[in-house]
């Protein structure tokens, strides 16, 4: 079965006839339709829940049938990698339908489309634009199926003419009220009351279920469109063809290091050679090594061993600030190392392996850096609490980890900034995936209603999705003689009454129950309906 793909892939542009579209295979004809109505089923007026995960197995399915068995895409191990990353992102919607998971199937399901256009690509933000890139001819390909009369340009012809003699008519007409308006308060007020009304009836027009329906599908078709008309997008697949894995020496240029320093006396410049190149790297990183090393001993002899903060100590200070300044600082380091052996530098042989030596040790006090910042990160989590921050910041560090492993790479292997790229991005999209399989909610409730902790952020779990409500209403004895607060602005809590919070509780019970009734199934997850089931189970709770 040929499908649009490889019918675009093997005709030759030179060759290809501008004014003909692309064929559409019967497989095609009959996706398109249905992907359309299947799309305005599921989440016309719905959330996004179970219906992701159908339509992503309806879009996977039908592009995977479509797609001839020679095609390069099965040999992509990005494409595999892509497909898995989108199959379990859509089933972490219908299981959790949480944010995170959301997200993640949305940019996986974009990326894999980008894969499948062009096989070759490698970096996973490129495929992210080249899927969405995908939808604009998509578009244009379905304004091929519009066929207006034959008979139509004579009318537009005399509609564009007559348009054209009305113009200045109603610019005059634009003037002149303009001028009544502000000379006679009575017609600026009926020409007011006339514009109201007006609005008024536009606003009926629009809140039309019919309308807004009719543009809600057209979205439907556009985007199942963009899914299944995989029309080739090169621009990105060209731009990424530009770049090397590793790093090639440049001959046309002793130094890569384009800094000029003026000579007044003769009114030139003169470009710093490789050695001077060579000497700047190695003192400054020897001298932040030397400087690094003193805060890591500093962290290591504070943070890492028997840490207990004294009375009155801000720990929030500590954390956040703290935590924000080695990350930048780190990052920094990193763009020191990629700068300095960007290019010459790497083959700067009387030099090179003490200065590879002193960016590695460099590197690897970078990673103690980061271990202080997760030791911060914890003691943080262990005194006041888990919140989101404090997972994202877990997930941070583990990119960091990995971006200073290829950074290593880099320095020994004459790795370009490009192949850094590469791994870095498939790092992301790991932990972006990663992120969307946690429940993370669930996990924040049971860790903060600790009965360890005497403080609890309990407006922030009030806030929290419906799935966690059978969680603070099994923990509602727990509260008893604990100091509950909520957040009245950033960084700024109020006390909040133990009866306030359990009436609160049980309000947000009540609205979920009445609002699951309300539901439709393409809005349920498996975390809300397991939910509903404790309710159902424990109907006194809400008593």
Partial sequence: MTTLTSAAAEWPAASRPAAQPFPLTALQKLLLPVGAILFDVLFWQERMALNMLLYTVFVVGGVLAGLPRHSAVWRSGYFWLTL?????????????????????????????????NQAHLKLVGYALLTGLSNLLPATQRLTQFVRLPRNLDGRVSR????????????????????????????????????????????????????????????????????AIFIIPVHFFADQESRFGEFVRRSR??????????????????????????????????????VLLLVVNVI????????????????????????????????????????????????????????????????????????VSVGLRNYYYIQYTGLAYKRIG??????????????????????????ALFRLNALAAYAVMVLLACGNWEIWIARYNLQARFAKVDYGFLLDMPDRVLPELAARQAS?????????????????????????????????????????????????????????????????
């Avoid at 809140?207 to 963009?226: E, I, K, Q």
């Avoid at 780190?330 to 530098?345: E, H, K, Y």
């Avoid at 971006?403 to 880099?410: F, H, I």
């Fill in 84 to 116: 898995g990353g989108t199959v379990l992102s859509a089933l972490m919607v219908a299981v959790y339908g949480s944010g995170a998971a959301q997200l993640s199937a949305v940019a996986s399901l974009a990326i894999w489309l980008g894969y499948v």
């Fill in 159 to 226: 509609t564009r003419y007559y348009g054209r003699l009305l113009v200045v008519p109603l610019a005059a007409l634009l003037v002149f009220h303009v001028l009544f308006a502000i000379a006679n308060p009575k017609y600026n007020d009926l020409a007011g009351r006339l514009l109201d009304a007006i609005g008024e009836f536009l606003d009926q027009i629009f809140a039309w279920p019919s309308v807004l329906h009719l543009l809600f599908f057209a979205l439907g078709l556009v985007l199942t469109a963009g």
């Fill in 252 to 289: 046309d240029r002793v130094a890569s290091f384009a800094v000029r320093r003026p000579d007044f006396r003769a009114k030139t410049f003169h470009v710093l050679d490789l050695r001077k190149e060579y000497l700047m790297a190695l003192s400054l990183i020897g001298l932040v090594n």
């Fill in 299 to 370: 962290d290591i002899r504070w943070i890492w061993f028997g840490f207990v903060p004294t009375p009155g100590f801000d720990l929030t200070q500590f954390v956040h600030e703290g935590t924000y300044v080695l990350i930048l600082s780190i990052l920094v380091a990193m763009g020191i190392v990629l700068w300095f052996f960007r290019r010459n530098l790497n083959f700067y042989q009387p030099g090179l392996p003490l200065l590879r030596r002193a960016a590695t040790v460099w590197v690897l006090q970078n990673a103690v850096l980061a």
């Fill in 393 to 418: 910041v877990y997930g941070f560090l583990l990119l960091t980890f990995f971006g200073l492993a290829t950074v290593l790479l880099k320095i020994w292997q004459r790795r370009s900034a490009y």
């Fill in 479 to 543: 509260l008893s003689g604990r100091r509950l607060v909520q957040e009245n602005n950033y960084n700024t809590w109020v006390p909040l009454p133990e009866a306030d919070a359990r009436e609160q509780l049980q309000s947000r019970i009540r609205q979920f129950r009445a609002q699951q009734a309300r539901r439709h199934w393409p809005s349920y997850t498996w975390a809300d309906y397991r939910a509903a089931q404790y309710f159902e189970a424990h109907a006194t709770v809400q008593q």
